[in-house]
């Protein structure tokens, strides 16, 4: 196990982007994001999957970034701003043409962002992300300057086909971006697989490599700007993140 696990997880090795700092954008706890301090001249941020909580989106409204929400689990915007675009569309790596159901890719093209290179995404989409990033155009992230994900399901890594999903998944993810923050969500379990200790739920902030020069960080996480998602329990401890 560990030699096919092994090349996936030390793509997903932390770097520190030279010359900038980190911010935390969004709430405390579950909802908010560590993010690098690179906003200025965002042209729109997209939020995939909000439920009931939009700190993130509303952090990002605040500061002039139109958002572009997307979560067809809801039946109605949980709060209203002039900035904010909600649609209640989920997301899908294939088109099945369901009316509730599309790409990122149709997304994209149908707001004229395709093209762009000046957007920020989050996602936070159960699971489905695996499905996502496995059928995306190689260079369709190359949209976002920056991407906050949460990563779910890894406690499935143990299965082949799922194996073969997720590091098409990460190969996307890290094609041409690097993460810069990793933090663990404390409402899931740890397990082990192969001898390795993993969180079954993981966030995700990396940064597009031509936004920064990134050098391999020996940052110890999670970092002060970090807080446990659920705060009556202690937050789970995941050293440099380095395999």
């Keep these: 196990m560990q030699p096919r696990l092994l090349p996936i997880l030390r793509r997903l090795r932390p770097h520190r982007p030279v010359g900038t700092d980190k911010i935390r954008v969004g709430r405390d706890h579950d909802g908010g994001y560590v993010m690098v301090d690179d906003l200025d001249g965002v042209a729109a941020a997209y939020s995939l999957g909000i439920s009931d909580d939009v700190s993130w989106d509303l952090d990002l409204a605040n500061r002039g970034i139109e958002v572009f929400q997307f979560d067809h689990t809801i039946e109605n915007t949980p709060v209203e701003h002039p900035r904010l675009h909600w649609s209640k569309l989920g997301i899908e790596g294939v088109s099945s043409e369901q009316e509730q159901l599309d790409t990122l890719t149709h997304i994209l093209a149908r707001n004229a962002h395709r093209d762009r290179t000046d957007l920020v995404l989050k996602c936070d989409i159960e699971g489905h992300e695996w499905e996502m ?23 499935r890594l143990g299965s082949d086909a799922f194996l073969d999903t997720l590091r098409r998944g990460v190969l996307a993810l890290t094609a041409n971006h690097r993460v810069v923050h990793v933090h663990a969500n404390n409402c899931a379990p740890y397990f082990i697989l192969g001898g390795i200790p993993l969180p079954s739920v993981l966030e995700l902030t990396l940064l597009r490599r031509d936004r920064r020069r990134l050098e391999p960080s020996d940052e110890t996480f999670p970092t002060a700007l970090d807080m446990p998602n659920a705060p009556h329990l202690a937050d789970f401890q995941l050293g440099t993140f380095r395999f």
Excluded: G
């Excluded at 260079?139 to 406690?155: G, K």
């Design 133 to 155: 990033l496995s059928h995306l155009s190689s260079n369709l992230l190359d949209c976002f300057r920056q991407i906050v994900i949460e990563i779910h399901l890894l406690d």
